[in-house]
Nanobody, 126 residues
Framework: QVQLVESGGGLVQPGGSLRLSCAAS????????IGWFRQAPGKEREGVSC????????YYVDSVKGRFTISRDNAKNTVFLQMNSLKPEDTAVYYC???????????????????WGQGTQVTVSS
């Protein structure tokens, strides 16, 4: 059974850090491009970052550039999103998603992705 499970969310003060994990079961993540998306209440789901399976290239939405870093550990079948200098506007449910197998590049478009996790809540507040 194909499954993605996010973890690592929580409550953090502005300026703090969190590391989200996206663990896969039932398939090998390194053949898939992986995206991180977020959805705040009353807003559309937004592509935050992604990492390509074909060449390891990455994408970041402008609002998180320089603060977030996406990486993958194929041995652990897991993708991470390191989030630093968090701001209240980063508050949302964060989802990971997989596109593939054999996807070329990665795109911050929800319609590109075949499998989704259940989401993890990130709240940035003092």
């Amino acid at each position: 059974q194909v499954q993605l499970v996010e973890s690592g969310g929580g409550l953090v003060q502005p300026g703090g850090s969190l590391r989200l994990s996206c663990a896969a079961s039932g398939f090998t993540l390194d053949y898939y491009s992986i995206g991180w998306f977020r959805q705040a209440p009353g807003k559309e789901r937004e592509g935050v970052s992604c990492i390509s399976s074909s060449d390891g290239s990455t994408y970041y939405v402008d609002s998180v550039k320089g603060r977030f870093t996406i990486s993958r550990d194929n041995a652990k079948n897991t993708v991470f999103l390191q989030m630093n200098s968090l701001k209240p506007e980063d508050t949302a449910v964060y989802y990971c998603a997989a596109d593939g197998p054999g996807a070329y590049g990665c795109y911050p478009d929800i319609y590109e992705y075949d499998y989704w996790g259940q989401g993890t809540q990130v709240t940035v507040s003092s």
